[in-house]
């Protein structure tokens, strides 16, 4: 293992090249059903789209293997309850870094359907990346803020609508849904300046997860909740998690069910079904930031960051 022979920053530096070459070989793969996707027959549209995510599956299959060969991976993984790789879920989780999508992508492998996130619509012209969660058919959603709802009306209603009409490609198809409910990554400082009452955690955008649930509350078989704990480091968590440095974080895994009298309801209108919301994913905060206390704390390994060397 590359983690064990050379410093970090060699591993690191390797890890990430040898991840660039996967994700632009795999986007070229992309390319022809990417210009198919262009016609206007739907029964080739969706035909292009399972092609991508097989090419994007296989995608995270190779990284996997890479991973496992640079790496001593060591991760403490507990998952409390049994996932089906032919049921619909809904994913939240903490958001520390950009190596949290890496991670998720490879433990939930074969165990969920392919994730799907909801991307703002401007992150579609994003070059490779934007291109082929297009392909793939992730939602992208255009978001208003109250003065421009204000200011226009006849846009309320709107981006509820658009997902219900982006979700229904996935009732023929199983699918897992990642929401971060923290809304941006986890720093110290944030949580500072926005007085979050947890500990590890950022206040939750309750918003967003009703807006989900509303859209395409029944055809999910439960919430996966999933709460990640790296090494504290000097260092950036995604350049530590290249280079080798988080081999030992640990994840814990549990299904949470759906409350029916939550799954629909105006939360932007209804102060009451908006107040018995937030107090459920509160509730689910409260737990998490306990358990992260916990994570962080009974894990020897997890009490201090290495040395920054190399």
């Known amino acids: ?3 064990v022979i050379f410093p970090p920053s060699v591993v690191g530096l390797i890890t990430g090249a040898a991840i660039l070459t ?30 991508c995510v097989w090419i994007a599956s296989n995608w995270v299959s190779i990284n996997k293997v890479m991973m496992r060969l640079l790496h001593a991976v060591q991760w403490d993984v507990a998952i409390r309850t049994p996932l089906d790789p032919r049921r619909n879920y809904l994913l939240i989780g903490n958001h520390q870094s950009w190596a949290d999508i890496l991670l998720l992508f490879d433990l939930l ?4 359907p392919f994730p799907r ?38 846009l309320k209603g709107q981006d509820l609508e658009a997902t219900r009409r982006a979700c229904e490609l996935y009732r023929s198809e199983p699918v897992t849904v990642i929401n971060f409910l923290e809304g941006t990554r986890f720093t110290e400082a944030k949580r500072v300046a926005r007085q979050s009452p947890y500990r590890h955690l950022l206040r939750p955008k309750a918003g967003g997860m009703s807006f989900t649930l509303n859209a395409m509350g029944e055809q999910f078989a439960g919430i996966i909740d999933v709460t990640i704990a790296y090494r504290p480091s ?25 409350p029916a009298e939550l ?8 102060p009451e079904f908006r107040a018995r919301f937030q107090a459920w994913i509160n ?28």
């Not at 799954?263 to 209804?270: I, N, Q, T």
């Open 1 to 3: 293992m590359f983690s």
């Open 22 to 51: 996967t994700t632009v070989g795999a986007f070229a793969l992309m390319i022809p059903a990417l210009l198919l996707k262009l016609v206007p027959y739907p029964p080739l549209q969706r035909a292009c789209s399972h092609y």
């Open 109 to 112: 492998h074969g165990r969920v």
């Open 117 to 154: 996130f909801f991307l703002k619509h401007e992150l579609k012209y994003v070059p490779v990346i934007g291109l082929a969660c297009w392909a793939m058919d992730f939602p992208f959603m255009r978001r208003y803020s109250k003065a421009q709802l204000d200011a226009r009306p006849e």
């Open 234 to 258: 000097r260092r950036a968590y995604l350049w530590g998690w290249l280079s080798g440095e988080q081999d030992q974080l640990a994840v814990h895994v549990d299904v949470l069910p759906i």
């Open 263 to 270: 799954m629909h309801g105006d939360y932007e209108s209804d």
């Open 283 to 310: 509730s689910i905060w409260m737990r998490k930031d306990d358990r992260l206390e916990r994570m962080l704390k009974l894990r020897p390994a997890m009490q201090a960051p290495r040395p920054a060397h190399g």
